[in-house]
């Protein structure tokens, strides 16, 4: 298998201004088959920025971004998603007076780029009701299927946003803090599937959780105030100084 075989993901040369503020730049990085990356760096290094760029929801002012061997800057996040760009939120986007299996449904339709149908046929399609099924097995969601969705606790909701992502079938991808607001059983429980899903799918995962880092990434890369800083497995980068007087704190 040659490297650009085992590549599902390469960004190049990414920066973003927002006026004066240089929030990436010029970031490179990669994601390989089978592979968890993870992004660590403090508040406002430029995290969810970087994720924006690669899933389409934010134009880049350089840069080019490469999912599966195929330049995708120019596509916008729908076409992006369609290719098998996966993508969960730091701040949740389910519609909380649906219920979990309703979120999940809507999540499958919308994937297909679908117009929106009359919700009640929506919820008669036997295809997308077995997608939505199928996704909330997988994250451990389908005894509460129709719960309403306000009334899950917040471990859950994380849970239902994966399943919702995870009805795209997508080919790789890419989380921000999934864990954020998990206790230790529901975050032990999410870094158990992440760690099965990368065969699946390799993810690019954004997270503070440094125990999941640790514990769930093949490679992680630092970036502080835009810039990559350090690019490395999970020891060297736990033993490279310039991060740990940066980022760890030390
Ligand atoms: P992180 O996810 O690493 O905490 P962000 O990517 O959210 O950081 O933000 C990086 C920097 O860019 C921050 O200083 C933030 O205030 C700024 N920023 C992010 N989005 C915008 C925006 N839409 N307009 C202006 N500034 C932004
Ligand atoms: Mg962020």
New binding site residues.
Partial sequence: MTDQMTQVLKVRNLSKS?GA?Q?SKNISLDLKTGEIHALI?P????????IKQISGELCPDSGEVEVLGQDVSALDRVARAQLGLGRTFQISALAMEFTVLQNTVLGALGARGGVFRFFGNVMRDKALLQQAEHALKRVGLIDDAMRRTADLSHGQRRQLEVAVALTMAPKLFLMDEPMAGLGASGSKALTTFLDELRTEAPILLVEHDMDAVFALADRISV?VYGEVIATGTTDEIRNDPEVRRAYLGE
């Fill in positions: 927002f503020l929030a760096g508040n406002g290094a430029g995290k969810s920025t970087l970036l």
